[in-house]
């Protein structure tokens, strides 16, 4: 962490002068391990904080202007714009996440009387689905937080106004999964969160002799007017559909056999399948903490396997790269479970490794995907890492 500051104030005095009087601030990325496609219908998610994320150098200004630089598009140069001009622009590129949040800060009546110069380092990769864009709005807030001495906000609230900026700055109807897991991380621990609520439980990450492997099919999702808003859609026209059957408010109040029950009711064959998954992905999820709650990565790593055959089949947000890399994982003695993870249409997989097969697992797996696709696949092992932080 210690380089990251270094190099952030460099970079930030690089791009404004100097770095006299500024912060620098680091937010995560994170995985989900299971409960896809789930937050958005009042179901149960169970994500966990990454080490890599998003850093940001910070300074307040004496003026109303606002400045961004990202070092990891140097060709946009730096963005300019003003407290007094929020409106969304066509160049703001990478910069709407951060104007988004801020935006939403003063939308909720926050006090952010003066702008800031900001530069960001991101270290997620591009279109992974690790949640770059949530880790860069948490970073944003938990530093506009910071610089504006904004006690009242709570990470719970960094989550939302991160989620509320997203679906109405950004127009990406996203759930509150990839912000609440960025703003409450915790170190060796996933998150089980019931989106309902948001009531959650840490759960430590214990996987014995065993290890957690993101791979990246490279094959980039870019979830903002994609379909990932029609699959919201679909499941809110399953729910307007089946709340005439059934005295139910989401879709996670529903268990399998009720919803086997009730599921003529839904009249379009996708909008049924979507809604199973939603329903049998969120029991699911509660059954999978519970296996590994009791020591049981086995019976987890085969409800990650059921996971994505739900999400590629009924869900039809998987992609054929990603199957790919999930097959030939699949077929491998020491991969306990393997899924897609995150929004999906591309992205990467999770899966859990027996530690003796890790590398045979990597080289198996790269030449399977490149023979069939002709792509590289890049692996990372996963360390689950806390919350945003001033440096
Ligand atoms: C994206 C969204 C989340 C969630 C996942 C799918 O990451 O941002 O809110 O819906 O997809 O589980």
Same mark, same amino acid.
């Given at each position: 962490?210690? &380089?990251?500051?270094? /190099?952030?104030?460099?970079?930030?005095?690089?791009?404004?002068?100097?770095?006299?009087?500024?912060?620098?601030?680091?937010?995560? +990325?994170?995985?989900?391990?299971?409960?896809?496609?789930?937050?958005?219908?009042?179901?149960?998610?169970?994500?966990?904080?990454?080490?890599?994320?998003?850093?940001?150098?910070?300074?307040?200004?004496?003026?109303?202007?606002?400045?961004?630089?990202?070092?990891?598009?140097?060709?946009? +140069?730096?963005?300019?714009?003003?407290?007094?001009?929020?409106?969304?622009?066509?160049?703001?590129?990478?910069?709407?996440?951060?104007? +988004?949040?801020?935006?939403? /800060?003063?939308?909720?009546?926050?006090?952010?009387?003066?702008?800031?110069? /900001?530069?960001?380092?991101?270290?997620?990769?591009?279109?992974?689905?690790?949640?770059?864009?949530?880790?860069?709005?948490?970073?944003?807030?938990?530093?506009?937080? &910071?610089?504006?001495?904004?006690?009242?906000?709570?990470?719970?609230?960094?989550?939302?106004?991160?989620?509320?900026?997203?679906?109405?700055?950004?127009?990406?109807?996203?759930?509150?999964?990839?912000?609440?897991?960025?703003? /409450?991380?915790?170190?060796?621990?996933?998150?089980?969160?019931? $989106?309902?609520?948001?009531?959650?439980?840490?759960?430590?990450?214990?996987?014995?002799?065993?290890?957690?492997?993101?791979?990246?099919?490279?094959?980039?999702?870019?979830?903002?007017? %994609?379909?990932?808003?029609?699959?919201?859609?679909?499941?809110?026209?399953?729910?307007?559909?089946?709340?005439?059957?059934?005295?139910?408010?989401?879709?996670?109040?529903?268990?399998?056999?009720?919803?086997?029950?009730?599921?003529?009711?839904? %009249?379009?064959?996708?909008?049924?399948?979507?809604?199973?998954?939603?329903?049998?992905?969120?029991?699911?999820?509660?059954?999978?903490?519970?296996?590994?709650?009791?020591?049981?990565?086995?019976?987890?790593?085969?409800?990650?396997?059921?996971?994505?055959?739900?999400?590629?089949?009924?869900?039809?947000?998987?992609?054929?790269?990603?199957?790919?890399?999930?097959?030939?994982?699949?077929?491998? &003695?020491?991969?306990?479970?393997?899924?897609?993870?995150?929004?999906?249409?591309?992205?990467?997989?999770?899966?859990?490794?027996?530690?003796?097969?890790?590398?045979?697992?990597?080289? $198996?797996?790269?030449?399977?995907?490149?023979?069939?696709? +002709?792509?590289?696949? &890049?692996?990372?092992?996963?360390?689950?890492?806390?919350?945003?932080?001033?440096?």
């Amino acid at each position: 962490m210690a &380089d990251y500051k270094q /190099m952030m104030l460099d970079e930030f005095a690089k791009a404004f002068g100097d770095a006299d009087g500024v912060n620098v601030y680091f937010a995560p +990325g994170r995985v989900n391990l299971i409960g896809e496609h789930t937050d958005y219908n009042g179901g149960h998610v169970f994500p966990c904080a990454l080490t890599i994320g998003t850093y940001a150098a910070v300074k307040k200004r004496s003026d109303r202007a606002l400045r961004f630089y990202s070092v990891n598009f140097p060709d946009k +140069g730096i963005v300019e714009t003003s407290l007094d001009d929020m409106r969304p622009k066509a160049d703001d590129s990478w910069t709407a996440y951060p104007k +988004g949040v801020i935006w939403a /800060m003063t939308g909720r009546g926050l006090d952010i009387p003066t702008g800031i110069d /900001m530069v960001v380092y991101g270290t997620i990769p591009a279109g992974s689905g690790l949640s770059s864009s949530a880790s860069l709005e948490v970073l944003t807030g938990e530093a506009v937080r &910071d610089i504006f001495g904004l006690k009242d906000v709570s990470n719970t609230d960094l989550a939302k106004i991160g989620q509320f900026s997203e679906n109405n700055y950004n127009g990406m109807n996203c759930g509150i999964m990839d912000q609440f897991a960025s703003a /409450m991380g915790k170190k060796d621990n996933a998150i089980f969160l019931d $989106t309902a609520t948001l009531e959650f439980e840490y759960a430590p990450i214990a996987l014995k002799d065993a290890c957690i492997i993101i791979t990246n099919s490279n094959v980039k999702h870019s979830l903002v007017g %994609s379909d990932y808003n029609t699959r919201r859609a679909e499941c809110e026209e399953a729910l307007a559909e089946l709340k005439k059957v059934v005295a139910i408010e989401t879709l996670g109040d529903l268990d399998e056999s009720t919803f086997e029950a009730n599921k003529q009711a839904i %009249s379009k064959d996708n909008c049924r399948a979507r809604a199973k998954h939603a329903v049998y992905e969120n029991r699911r999820t509660i059954r999978a903490v519970e296996a590994l709650k009791k020591g049981d990565v086995e019976a987890f790593g085969r409800l990650m396997n059921e996971a994505h055959t739900s999400m590629s089949v009924d869900y039809a947000a998987s992609c054929p790269e990603v199957d790919i890399l999930v097959e030939a994982a699949w077929k491998i &003695d020491g991969v306990l479970g393997s899924r897609i993870t995150g929004g999906g249409f591309g992205g990467c997989s999770v899966s859990i490794v027996r530690n003796d097969a890790v590398e045979m697992c990597k080289e $198996t797996v790269a030449q399977e995907y490149k023979d069939k696709t +002709g792509l590289d696949a &890049d692996f990372y092992v996963v360390s689950i890492g806390d919350g945003p932080c001033r440096l």
